[in-house]
Antibody, heavy 118, light 106 residues
Framework: EVQLVESGGGLVQPGRSLRLSCAAS????????THWVRQKPGRGLEWVAG????????GYADSVKGRFTISRDKAQNSLYLQMNSLRVDDTAFYYC???????????WGQGTLVTVSS | DVVLTQSPLSLPVTLGQPASISCRTS?????LNWFHQRPGQVPRRLIY???DRDSGVPDRFSGSGSGTDFALHISRVEAEDVGVYYC?????????FGQGTKLEIK
């Protein structure tokens, strides 16, 4: 069974940076995508960024484009999200998600909370 | 971006009664999934590719639809079904979610 464990969340001031990590374990992954999805307090789900595990192609939500960078380390089986120029509006639980089939988003981590506040 | 519009947004249901949630999309997705999120928990996928049920999901849950109109059906609502249901499309990037439908017991 695939397991995803996020880390790196915390309290950060507006304008500062934070790097989230997601450690993956379990069966070897196919070349499907892995993503970050966030959920602001009391709100719905919002896709933030995604990356194809083998090819490395990426995509970003307009709300984070130019500020966030998604990357992966295949050898470490880890996913990252570098978040720069953080805003109060970026406050959310951030989930690491793995596709179990194209477009499936079948595997979810427990999430890590990012709070942006002065 | 593909827009997903769910209805209703609030769904009070009597135990044992059926319930349905609609999800309309602005483009046709092959990969239309349904998730359930209980309060304080991580979303869990119930249905993938419109109508395939995930392992361990009770057979009272079913998905249907085609084109731009999809639905999640619960044949007999149980107490553990409370929470928020989301549809999600994974065919077009960015992946997008519906607003969520909150199911509660009357």
């Amino acid at each position: 069974e695939v397991q995803l464990v996020e880390s790196g969340g915390g309290l950060v001031q507006p304008g500062r940076s934070l790097r989230l990590s997601c450690a993956a374990s379990g069966p070897k992954f196919k070349d499907y995508a892995t993503h970050w999805v966030r959920q602001k307090p009391g709100r719905g789900l919002e896709w933030v960024a995604g990356i194809f595990w083998e090819g490395g192609g990426t995509g970003y939500a307009d709300s984070v484009k130019g500020r966030f960078t998604i990357s992966r380390d295949k050898a470490q089986n880890s996913l990252y999200l570098q978040m720069n120029s953080l805003r109060v509006d970026d406050t959310a639980f951030y989930y690491c998600i793995r596709d179990d089939l194209p477009g499936g988003a079948g595997y979810w981590g427990q999430g890590t909370l990012v709070t942006v506040s002065s | 971006d593909v827009v997903l519009t769910q209805s209703p947004l609030s769904l009070p249901v009597t135990l044992g009664q059926p319930a349905s949630i609609s999800c309309r999309t602005s483009q046709s997705p092959e990969h239309l999934n349904w998730f359930h999120q209980r309060p304080g928990q991580v979303p869990r996928r119930l249905i993938y590719k419109v109508s395939d049920r995930d392992s361990g999901v009770p057979d009272r849950f079913s998905g249907s639809g085609s084109g731009t109109d999809f639905a999640l059906h619960i044949s007999r609502v149980e107490a553990e079904d409370v929470g928020v249901y989301y549809c999600m499309q994974g065919t077009h990037w960015p992946y997008t979610f519906g607003q969520g439908t909150k199911l509660e017991i009357k």
